[in-house]
Each structure stands twice: as structure tokens, then as C-alpha cells.
């Protein structure tokens, strides 16, 4: 239950800024999410509906942003986008790629009142 894990950990993140910025209702949430954290938007967006029940998120909208991975190829000696672990490099076809970025999953944007 990756997802359920991840919802009360926004949920909390919305509750502690609710208190130091002053909001009562979350409206939207758009979230970005690296396409190798492995998680499921639809698995998201239902437990985040769960989890926000009688909660100053209860009905807000869940966006979501996938953010491409990106990975250091070592031929071409620069950053190259990857949709998943062990892709090979777009440019050259190496897989001599290290991750670099993807695993995030952030708040980018919220809308309260
Ligand atoms: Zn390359």
C-alpha cells in the first residue's frame, strides 16, 4: 500500500501548511511525481480521496504531473531523459546511465482559500 502511505504523508503536508500560511480549504493539488517513483495515479487518486475525507482536503482535485527521469549517459558525457530504469541512453542507445533524477514526489502547486 505504496500509495495510502504516500496520501496521509500529502495529507500532513497540507495540515502543517494549513497552520503556518493560514488556510482552511485545500481546492487543489497538483503533484509531481518522477516517472520511476513507481506509483500508480489512479492507486493516488484513490486513496487521496480516502484519506482526505472530513479533512480541509474533503473534494479537492488531484493533479497529477509525471516528470520524466532524467539520467547521466557516461558516452555521451551529459543528461539525457529516460521513461523508466534501464532504458537505454535516446541518443546513443548505451545503457550506461545513472539516475539522477525521477524518484521525486513533490507539491508543485496548491489552491486553498
Ligand atoms: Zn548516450
Redesign the pocket.
Known sequence: MHELSLCEGILQILEEQSQTQGFIRVHRVCLEIGALASVEPEALRFHFDVVTQGTLAEGSHLEIVTVPAQAW?L??GEK?SIGQYFDA?P??G?RQLQVIEGEELRIQQLEVE
Request: net charge neutral.
Open positions: 549517459c558516452p555521451c539525457v541512453c541518443q546513443c548505451s
